[in-house]
């Protein structure tokens, strides 16, 4: 009988570069950002007395108290668009953003149990987030552009069609932000608890720092506010979804460039400070 017997040598060893973003490993694990998804999604609705239709009642019911309040009550102008209308594109986009980076920012601290348990690519979670916020957002949309047609066959919106090419860019960017400051908080969560009770309070004063109840036409365009608001990374987005849905929007070119930027940096960054905390994130947790 022949001798089969060979002599093996494995070598195993960490990632030498810690800096690397893993874009490559979260590609290949693709379908467990499906389950993700999926299991966020059941889980979310599930022993619900209403389910998925939480999806439209709430930003419906949250447009007519911004209505109710903003336009009727502190005399806001929507530029001649429906209020309805108005407040519900302005809702659709931002909820998407803060829902992202607000789930995002806790994706240590939530799956803890998970992660000491069996490894994969850490960023599959934080992308399956940023996925089921873009669902959400997506059948918030549908309700949008149903309500659209109604008014443009009532001769009372405009959209501008020509821009709608744009729509998943803005979308995508949009996502891409809250994607990017949501792991970036969640990397700093680890050692500063109290980072989470600062996401929830300062995501509500963001969204009155952007024009989300209002046009940033409202504002004096020679005034201090007005160009602090230029600066503002949700500015362009927000203006620019509600310009292509309603026809209604004013974009500066310092603001589309803050925008750019913001996202690359915050993308960047934290993908790279998540990467580098996941290695040690169970000692500190």
Known sequence: MSNNNKNYHVHIDGDVNRWSLNIKDVW?????????????????????ILGPLWLILTPLLTSVVYAA??????????????????????????????SSLKRNSTTFLSNANIFGKVYFPRLTISFSTMLTALVEF???FA????????????GE??????????????????GLMGLGLGVLISALTTKYRDLTLLVDFGVSLWMYATPVVYPISQLDPMGWMYRIMLFNPMTAPMELFRKIML???????????????????????????????????IDTV
């Open 28 to 48: 290949q694990y693709r379908d467990l950002i499906i389950l993700f998804t999926k299991r966020t999604m059941t889980l979310t609705y599930k022993q619900t």
């Open 69 to 98: 309040v903003f336009q009727g009550i502190a005399g806001i102008s929507t530029n001649g668009v429906p209020a309805l209308l108005f407040y519900l594109c302005s809702h659709g986009l931002w909820a998407f953003y803060a």
């Open 138 to 140: 997506l059948i918030e």
């Open 143 to 154: 309700m949008i552009f149903i309500l659209l047609l109604y008014y443009i066959a009532r």
């Open 157 to 174: 919106a405009h959209p501008d069609w020509a821009l709608f090419v744009l729509l998943p860019v803005v979308i995508l960017i949009t």
């Open 247 to 281: 026809g209604q929007g004013q974009l500066e070119l310092v603001s589309v460039i803050t925008t750019l930027v913001f996202a690359a940096f915050a993308l960047l960054v934290g993908s790279l400070i998540f990467n580098r905390v996941e290695r040690t994130f």
